[in-house]
């Protein structure tokens, strides 16, 4: 990569980053469009019962969380030879058909099945489009490089996803959908024109891969992500219907509710990049804190516009910090096979999209209220703080015993 100038490099990166914005935006727009695809794609349930069928729209987010989940290892594992510039154009061809198929499809099923197969491309495109850019920019700059990929999905969250949000609103969430399939589109062209093909990694097979689940750590600690960030997503995922009926808000308020808490989620991961460099436990305990005390902020002083944006800044800031943190032990457990360790914490971060988008409808469906998912984030996410404890206690003793030796 050293014979590319500075122009080519630059856009190279900012092409890779590009697609981690259309991540931000497809995996997070439907949080924003609940009631419209509620009332548009289950009319008979919507009339009936408004509570009832934004709960049901919620499988919008848990279906694609799922995808995320199913292809981040399967694709990690069958692609570790191919080319990664191949591999991420493969990806971003996915991810244009599965939107735009949602954006068309006639049912609420087939709506569904489009944004599982949208959602298969997620993880491993974060994984692929890291080590490329991580590539492009050499030796060194492993982590500038993925954190201007990650950056493109912060970036979504604070400007892409209100925008996104509002043309939904304003014209359907069918238009919503279409635009972020053109996104991944011109990322498409982006990435064939600007980025060069590096090999794929030497020695890469999905055999060895597939040995970082031969540790118990890798799955103790995939635990802990998947369990400790739910309360996050059992939050994030109701932020429409509690702006609007809980706050009484108008439904033009909630892309700015959703940009505070990109704002917190853009200020959350670079403040924890540095504080998991800083120490990796005490990051994890004080990201699990944070969260805790700002879900139980959201839940009390949600019904007040001054506590509605307060508790999505706070919310999005300590969901982010910790993300860095996370992804790191994840890779610690996973010697040898990075990408696989990354496609772990994607799956584990999407399960938690699931766990939170799922739990959280069926206490709203359940008539608890639309309050009562962010009660049941902090009880998620007292769980991950546990799962955190249960996890560094099991890594000590296994630490001292692969100690080599001391020689006197």
Known sequence: MDTLNTGRRWAALLALSLGGFGLGLTEFVAMGLLPELAQDLLPTQYARSAPDAVATAGWM??????????????????????????????????????TAASALAPTFELVLAGRFVAALAHGAYFGAAGILAASILGPGNQGKGVAMVIGGLTAANLLGVPLITALGQAHGWRAAYLAVAAVFAVTLVAVLVTVPSPPAAPGGSPR???????????WLTAATVAVGTSGFFAVNSYVAPVTTQITELSAGTVPWVM?????????????????????LRRTVFIGFAGMLVSVVVFALTAAHPAGLFLGAFLTGAASLFIVPALQALLIEAAPGAQ?????????SLNIANSIGAALGGAAIAAGWGYLSSAWLGVGLTVLGLILAVISFRAKAPAAAEHREPVTV
């Open 208 to 218: 060895a891969e597939l040995r970082a689940f031969r540790s118990p750590q890798v």
């Open 339 to 347: 990408l696989m360790g990354a496609a772990v914490n994607q799956s």
């Open 61 to 98: 987010i848990t279906i694609y969380a799922l995808g995320v989940v199913a292809g981040a290892p399967t694709i990690a594992a069958l692609t570790a030879r191919v080319p990664r510039r191949r591999l991420v154009a493969g990806l971003l061809a996915l991810m244009v058909a599965g």
């Open 259 to 279: 940009a505070v808490m990109g704002l917190g989620m853009t200020a959350g991961i670079a403040i924890g990049g540095h504080a998991a460099d800083w120490n």
